[in-house]
C-alpha cells in the first residue's frame, strides 16, 4: 500500500522503516528533516512538506506529538484537505478522545475513513514490531487497515471513533502508576540495604512481575535514561486522563499522585529523560544522592 507516515520520533522512525521493509510505499515527512533522512537508506521516500507526504497515498498515519499538534498539521496545516476520498487516515498519537471524536466527523465529511489507533510499547516496540496498537472507528476501516498494522505490532479494535485514544490512557494510568511503584519499591531496597537488582531479580515470577519490572527497572537500577518515552509525553497523557476524569465526575486519587510526581519531575527540567527517571524525582524529594 501507498502510505504517508506524519513525523519520524522516537517511535515514527522505526516504524516507517519496518513499513517499507514489509512492501509497502512509503513517503514519510518530519518537522526536523535531519532526523528522517537516514531512513532514504531503508527504501522511504522523504518528504518536503505533509502535504507532499500524503498527496498519493492511500493510508496516512500521524505520529505527532499531542492533539494541539495533530490539529495543526491535520486541519490547519491542510493534510486533511489535501487526502483523497476514500483513502485513510489512522491518528497513531496519543490526544484527547473528544479530538479523535472531532477528526473522525471532519473526515468523513470530506470522504476519507478514520481511525483512532494508539499504541504501547514505545520505542523498543516500534523497532521490533511489537506494539499493541488500540483502534477506534468502523470495524471495516480497521479492517482495511490491519495489512499496515501488522509489520508494527498486535492491532485490536476497540469501538467506534474515540475508544482507541480510551484504551490508550487506561494504558497510561496503568504505565504510569505501574513506573512510579517500581521506582518507590527498588528506592525502598536500596535505602534499607539490598541489592536493587538482585531484588528485582527476585520479584520475576511473582505477582509483582510486569514489562515495567522487566525492562524499567533495569534502566533504574542503571541509571539508563535515554528516552524510549519521554516523561513529558507521560505527564501529558496523565493530564488528558484527569481532565476526562473531571468531565465525567470521576475521582481517582493515585492517578492524581501520579500526575503531580511527573509533573514536578519536568518541572525539574526532566522531561526529556525517559520515564524511568521518575526515580530520580523520588531521589530528589527525599534529598537523595542523584548519581
Excluded at 22 to 30: F, L, M, P, R, T
Amino acid at each position: 500500500m501507498r502510505i504517508g507516515l506524519l513525523s519520524t520520533g522516537i517511535m515514527g522512525w522505526p516504524m516507517a522503516r519496518r513499513l517499507a521493509e514489509a512492501g509497502h510505499a512509503v513517503g514519510a515527512w518530519n518537522r526536523s528533516p535531519g532526523n528522517a533522512a537516514a531512513l532514504a537508506g531503508h527504501g522511504v521516500a522523504l518528504a518536503a512538506t505533509p502535504l507532499a507526504a500524503v498527496a498519493e497515498a492511500e493510508v496516512v498515519i500521524g505520529m505527532l506529538g499531542s492533539g494541539p499538534v495533530c490539529d495543526a498539521v491535520l486541519l490547519a496545516g491542510g493534510v486533511l484537505a489535501a487526502m483523497r476520498p476514500g483513502s485513510l487516515l489512522a491518528v497513531m498519537s496519543s490526544i484527547p478522545a473528544e479530538a479523535a471524536r472531532r477528526h473522525a466527523g471532519l473526515a468523513a465529511a470530506r470522504g476519507v475513513a478514520s481511525l483512532d489507533a494508539p499504541a504501547s510499547g514505545g520505542e523498543r516496540g516500534a523497532r521490533e514490531g511489537t506494539l499493541s496498537i488500540m483502534a477506534g472507528g468502523a470495524e471495516a476501516d480497521f479492517a482495511r487497515a490491519l495489512p499496515v498494522f501488522r509489520p508494527l505490532g498486535r492491532a485490536t479494535h476497540v469501538g467506534p471513533a474515540g475508544a482507541g485514544q480510551l484504551a490508550k490512557l487506561a494504558n497510561q494510568v496503568i504505565v504510569a502508576g505501574s513506573i512510579a511503584t517500581v521506582a518507590e519499591a527498588l528506592l525502598l531496597a536500596e535505602r534499607g540495604g539490598a541489592d536493587a537488582g538482585r531484588v528485582r531479580d527476585a520479584l520475576l515470577g511473582g505477582f509483582a512481575e510486569s514489562t515495567v519490572l522487566r525492562q524499567h527497572a533495569l534502566r533504574m537500577i542503571g541509571r539508563d535514561f535515554v528516552p524510549g518515552g519521554p516523561a513529558k509525553y507521560q505527564v501529558k497523557d496523565t493530564g488528558t486522563a484527569l481532565g476526562l476524569c473531571a468531565a465525567l465526575g470521576l475521582d481517582l486519587p493515585v492517578l492524581r499522585l501520579v500526575d503531580r510526581l511527573f509533573a514536578d519531575m519536568v518541572a525539574h527540567g526532566d522531561g526529556d529523560l525517559d520515564h524511568s527517571a521518575i526515580i530520580q524525582e523520588l531521589r530528589r524529594r527525599n534529598r537523595l544522592a542523584m548519581d
